[in-house]
């Protein structure tokens, strides 16, 4: 069955280490999307890409990187740079054009300590 | 860039009676509004979207409605059936922007049988 998988559910990390999350679609969707939302706010677009080898920053950039080398693939490291990356972690993939249907991946909670 | 807001976060209700679900957004220019249902374990499905140059749009038990003045858009769930039971996300997006999807923070609808 297609689908879009995140991995893993649960991270944790060492304050000053980097980390990476993984995002795998099998959809043929162009466009994938990092979101991070924190409690009692609304999901925040952190980056996104539409074609391979190609994405954009979204509201909230700083302190995180993507690469998009495959079309499945849309890897989400988080830096040290980022001052506050405990949160929960949304990856979501899109076909293209009018009718933008989304798929949204399972999550990752993602705790500093 | 765009903000949507969702309301409420949580939402009771018994079988049988309405849901509604109610989102705003900022960007005047946004002008293709879908919804979209996550069930605990699965994956999401695009359920009805609407655009801009509508006001409403019906599907069976699901209906959304469009107020492009006061830039706020609502999906109205009636007969509540216990399946209804989910996280309900409400996005935004222009359709002029590489339909970038901005999202609310979902709503969580519990149908009590």
């Known amino acids: 069955d297609g689908g879009i998988t995140q991995s893993p559910k649960y991270l944790f990390r060492k304050e000053g280490q980097n980390v990476t999350l993984s995002c795998e679609q099998n959809?043929?969707?162009?466009?994938m999307y990092w979101y991070r939302q924190d409690p009692g706010q609304g999901l925040r677009l952190i980056y996104y890409s539409q074609i391979v080898n190609d994405f954009q920053k979204g509201d909230i950039a700083e302190g995180y990187s993507v690469s998009r080398e495959k079309k499945e693939s849309f890897p989400l490291t988080v830096t040290s740079a980022q001052k506050n990356p405990t949160a929960f972690y949304l990856c979501?993939?899109?076909?293209?054009?009018?009718?933008?249907?989304?798929?949204f991946g399972q999550g990752t909670r993602l705790t500093v300590v | 860039g765009e903000n949507v807001e969702q309301h409420p976060s949580t939402l009771s209700v018994q079988e049988g009676d309405s849901a509604v679900i109610k989102c705003t957004y900022s960007?005047?220019?946004?002008?293709?509004f879908p919804w979209y249902k996550q069930e605990l374990g699965k994956g999401s499905q695009l359920i009805i979207d609407i655009r801009s140059n509508v006001g409403e749009k019906k599907d069976q038990r699901i209906a959304v409605t469009l107020n492009k003045t006061a830039k706020h858009f609502s999906l109205h769930i009636t007969e509540t059936q216990p399946e209804d039971s989910a996280v309900y996300f409400c996005a935004a997006s222009i359709s002029s922007n590489d339909y970038k999807l901005s999202f609310g923070a979902g709503t969580t609808v519990t149908v009590r049988a």
């Open positions: 960007d005047s220019a946004s002008n293709y």
């Open positions: 979501v993939s899109s076909k293209q054009g009018a009718n933008t249907e989304a798929f």
């Open positions: 959809l043929n969707h162009d466009a």
